[in-house]
């Protein structure tokens, strides 16, 4: 008999970007299968970048479905401008992606430390 069971799926994925860079990160994603994951089928994508795990304020910087673009060939894309990454605080944050697929079930698919370095150049 089992004693335990992880249904935790998500995988420690750190970033590092650059304030007033344009942002644009492509996922690639394959099922537990090797299957590329569809992501036409999902109806829902979110990311927070925040100070702590437990920070319950506004987010640093949010992406929400408007800043995704995903195929059906297993590729998500989250993009922010440089206009939008200008305005964000440089620092050493932490973030999780969910995804919400047509059955409106929520998943945390990536999580770990999201690092915004300071720019030189102003804009």
Known sequence: MATQAN?????RLDLTCRKGDSFQLLFNVKDAD?????????TDFKMDVRETDD???????????????GT??????????????AAVQS????????VTDGNAVRTTWFYGLFTIIDDVTLS
């Open 91 to 98: 620092g050493t944050f932490v973030y999780d992606l969910q």
């Open 7 to 11: 249904l935790d799926i998500a995988q």
């Open 55 to 69: 920070d319950e304020g506004t987010p640093i910087l949010q992406f929400l479905n408007a800043d995704f673009v």
């Open 34 to 42: 090797g299957a590329l994951v569809d992501f036409t089928l999902f």
């Open 72 to 85: 059906a060939e297993g590729t998500l894309t989250a993009s922010k401008s440089y206009t939008e990454m």
